[in-house]
């Protein structure tokens, strides 16, 4: 969900697209890609992209997941995404335009290769898109200043980033106590308020966030299985969405985000923004 300026991960729905609008910005981030090499061979010679010699990522500014830096995209996915256009000797090139709810319709209408900004593979994404291997377990969390769980949300306020892909089973359940909304400033600051009691987000984005903006008393908890929230089943397996339609593009994916995690820089990645490298092995892939 995008919003602007937020922090990482939630689980955005697929349809969470509304309207897209016209690119804004267009970045090539290829400072140090291979794409212009003349001597870098590609790891797979017939992968074909929108733009021949480039890989366009549609993201947004979802710290740590992605971090738009200038005409750069870098973060845990930013930087992972740099290393596997070194691989196909392709140069980045980063659309940014209506934020996290048109990632997925950019890859839908072939606008950019790859979408990128903490997408989970759901039964629903995959129907819509090619999910590539899991990059790395993503858990979700009840953020607040009371120690509040995912067993005991009932009878509390509790808000949610628009387009979360629990926020459905969270307003059957708490009714008029659940709150959406548009971005994480604004929800991060009714939670400091006290306007709100607790926010479902992910533990990585919450965890990051509060490096830079600690808010006093607040703890991070991961969800456990809910009957109310069907969603809280399963930790949440992040993906990098491509188009259905060039399965062979996905598949050389797959392949390089393998490569990357049997070589150590997926696990570099996550250690280097401070995460639990033992994310980095989420296991056979799962759906939500």
Known sequence: MSRNPRTLVRALSAGTAAGM?????????????????????????????????????ASYDYAPATILEGDNVTGMEGDLINEIAKLECLEVTVTTSG????VIPSVQSGRADIGSGSWLRTKERAKIVYMSTPLWNDPQAIISTKGITSDNLEG???????????NNSL??????????YQDEESIYGDLKAGRIDAIVASAASA????????IEGAQVINVTPNPNVPEFAAVGQVMLPSSLENDTFGKALDENIEKLREDGTIKEILEKYGMDPAVGEPGAPNEL
């Open 21 to 57: 609008l016209a690119i804004s910005l267009t970045a090539c981030g290829g400072n140090d890609t291979a794409g212009t090499a003349t001597d870098c061979t590609p790891a797979h010679n017939d992968l074909q992209t929108i733009t021949p010699g480039e890989l366009t990522v």
């Open 99 to 102: 934020g996290a709810g048109a």
């Open 156 to 166: 509390n306020v509790v808000g949610s980033v628009a387009g979360n892909l629990y």
């Open 171 to 180: 307003q059957q359940w708490l009714g008029n106590n659940f709150k959406i």
């Open 207 to 214: 965890t990051h966030r509060f490096k830079d903006a600690p």
